[in-house]
C-alpha cells in the first residue's frame, strides 16, 4: 500500500509538475508543498494513535544526530556543487573535508555511546546491510533517469514544461504497476528473488530506453524502455524496503528504516553528481543542433552505464539470504499438492 501510494503520487506529481511550472513559474512546485505537509501534520494529530508509554527512558544522541547530519549534508552540498564550481574549487574541497572528518567523528561517537543513534550491531543482519546497498545503487541508477530524461525532453526536443509533465505520465503509471506487481512477487517468492527478477526487468528495459536517447528520435521510441525499464523499478522499489526491514526488530525499525533512506538520498546525489559530468563531456563550447545532439550523445552513454549499475545492483542481492517463505514454497512444491499446501492448517502464514 506504501510502495503504491508512493508511485501514485509521483504519476500525479509529474503531471501537476508541469501544470505549475507552466502556469505559475518553477517555484511553485515548492509551494504546493506547504499546504499538502500542513494538511497532513494537523491529520496526524487526530488519525495516528498516540504512542503508548514507555517504560524504558532512552538519551538522545545530540552528538551523534549533528555530527551525521552536518557530514551527510555537506557531502551532498560537495557532490551536487562540484560539477558547477569545479572539483577543485576550494569551497567544494573544504566540503568534502569537512565531511570525512565529521562523518568519522559519527563512527567514533556511535561505537562509545552507551545509547547510539545507529547502533553498528545491527549491520549484523545481512538483510539490512544488503538491502541498505541496494536503496544506494537504486536511487543512483533509476533514480537519476527522471533528470535525464527531462534534460532530453525540454534541451534537445524542445518539450514545453507540460508537455514533459504529461509524457512522464506512461513510466509514472508503469512504476504504480511495478510496485504491485513486487508486492504480489515478494508474497509468493521471496524479496531475493523479486529484487533480482526486477533488477534483471530494469536492465533489460533501460538499455532499451537508451536507443530512445537521439537527437532526431521521437517519444515514440522511448516508450517501450519507459515501460519495462518502469515495471523493474516498480519491483525494485517495494522489495528493498522489505529488505531493510527483514530480520531487525520492531522497536528499531525506525533506525533500520532511516539507515536505508540516507542510503537512497546518498545515493542519489552521488549517482546524479558523476553522471552528470560523464553526460557533459563533449558538449563544451557547442550551441544550437550540434549542442543537442552532443547533448543525447552523452545521455546515451549514461544510461547505458545506469544499466551496468543495475547489473551490480542485481550482483548484490545475490549476497541476501533466501527469504523463509520462498524455502517453504519449494519444499512444499516437492513435498504436496499445491492445493494442499494452500489448505492445509497453519501453512496460510508462510
Do not use: C
Amino acid at each position: 500500500m506504501w510502495g503504491g501510494a508512493g508511485a501514485s503520487g509521483l504519476t500525479l506529481g509529474a503531471l501537476l509538475g508541469g501544470v505549475l511550472t507552466e502556469r505559475f513559474g518553477w517555484p511553485a512546485v515548492f509551494y504546493v508543498n506547504v499546504p499538502l505537509a500542513g494538511l497532513v501534520a494537523l491529520a496526524a494529530l487526530y488519525v495516528v494513535p498516540r504512542d503508548p508509554a514507555r517504560g524504558e527512558r532512552r538519551r538522545f544522541d545530540l552528538p551523534g544526530a549533528l555530527s551525521v547530519t552536518a557530514g551527510s549534508t555537506l557531502l551532498v552540498f560537495g557532490l551536487v556543487e562540484g560539477p558547477e564550481l569545479g572539483w577543485g574549487d576550494p569551497l567544494v574541497v573544504g566540503a568534502f573535508a569537512a565531511a570525512a572528518v565529521l562523518l568519522a567523528a559519527f563512527a567514533v561517537i556511535e561505537a562509545r555511546s552507551a545509547d547510539p543513534l545507529m547502533p553498528f550491531r545491527l549491520f549484523r543482519n545481512r538483510s539490512l546491510t544488503v538491502g541498505m546497498t541496494v536503496t544506494f545503487v537504486y536511487m543512483a541508477t533509476f533514480g537519476v533517469l527522471p533528470y535525464f530524461l527531462t534534460v532530453l525532453m525540454q534541451s534537445v526536443h524542445g518539450y514545453s514544461a507540460l508537455r514533459t509533465g504529461l509524457a512522464f505520465l506512461l513510466p509514472s503509471v508503469a512504476i504504480a504497476a511495478g510496485t504491485q506487481l513486487g508486492e504480489r512477487m515478494a508474497t509468493r517468492v521471496g524479496t531475493r528473488a523479486t529484487l533480482l527478477t526486477g533488477f534483471a526487468t530494469g536492465v533489460v528495459g533501460t538499455a532499451v530506453l537508451a536507443l530512445g536517447f537521439d537527437a532526431d528520435a521521437g517519444y515514440g521510441l522511448l516508450v517501450p524502455g519507459l515501460v519495462v525499464s518502469g515495471v523493474g523499478q516498480g519491483i525494485v522499489w517495494t522489495a528493498m524496503w522489505i529488505a531493510s526491514a527483514t530480520g531487525t526488530p520492531a522497536h528499531e525499525q525506525g533506525v533500520a528504516n532511516g539507515i536505508a533512506s540516507t542510503a537512497l538520498n546518498i545515493g542519489n546525489a552521488i549517482g546524479l553528481a558523476v553522471f552528470t559530468v560523464i553526460a557533459d563531456i563533449g558538449t563544451e563550447g557547442r550551441t544550437g543542433a550540434a549542442l543537442r545532439t552532443a547533448t543525447a550523445d552523452g545521455e546515451f552513454l549514461v544510461v547505458l552505464l545506469t544499466a551496468a549499475g543495475m547489473v551490480a545492483g542485481l550482483l548484490v542481492t545475490l549476497t541476501l539470504p533466501r527469504s523463509r517463505a520462498a524455502r517453504t514454497v519449494r519444499a512444499s512444491r516437492t513435498a504436496e499438492p499445491a492445493a494442499d499446501v494452500l489448505n492445509a492448517p497453519g501453512k496460510s502464514g508462510s
